[in-house]
């Protein structure tokens, strides 16, 4: 759990001060914090924590997003990538010169490892992905 700290405190440009719940806010930051905390009426401190928790859980999904990539062979990372480039399976199946069956499974297998259902929901998973240089003819 400290990385993510140490990753978020580094992502928001803080510097932890001796009790490590305190941190000094960029100018910028503290302002945008504030200005949210009047906008709803809250004490700052609690729209800065839960802008915090936000954060942790986005570092957590993004790093949970990698371990599961990280656990796919390589060619099921080239179907997920040309499935986040839009490909259909017939379309892998040509570039690939695999059988659809092939394809299919290799999808199934991608789908199952990111606990997901569909391409739509990988897609939308990896949405921040660059995957442009795997749609390059080869």
């Not at 302002?31 to 905390?37: F, H, K, P």
């Not at 990539?69 to 179907?79: C, D, K, V, Y």
């Not at 490892?113 to 240089?133: G, V, Y």
């Amino acid at each position: 759990m400290l990385s993510l700290w140490n990753r978020l405190l580094t992502l928001l440009r803080t510097s932890r001060s001796p009790a490590w719940r305190y941190f000094k806010l960029e100018d910028d930051l503290r302002t945008a914090l504030v200005q949210r905390a009047d906008q709803q009426q809250r004490p700052e401190q609690e729209v800065q924590a839960e802008a915090l928790a936000a954060g942790l859980a986005q570092l957590q999904t993004a790093d949970w997003l990698v371990t599961c990539w990280n656990s796919l062979s390589s060619r099921e990372q080239e179907i997920a990538a040309l499935a986040c480039l839009g490909y259909t399976n017939r379309q892998m199946a040509g570039r690939m010169q695999l059988s659809m069956e092939t394809v299919k499974t290799h999808m199934s297998n991608v789908l199952y490892k990111f606990h997901l259902h569909s391409k739509l929901e990988l897609r939308r998973a990896l949405s921040n992905w660059n995957f442009s240089d795997w749609g390059q003819p080869q």
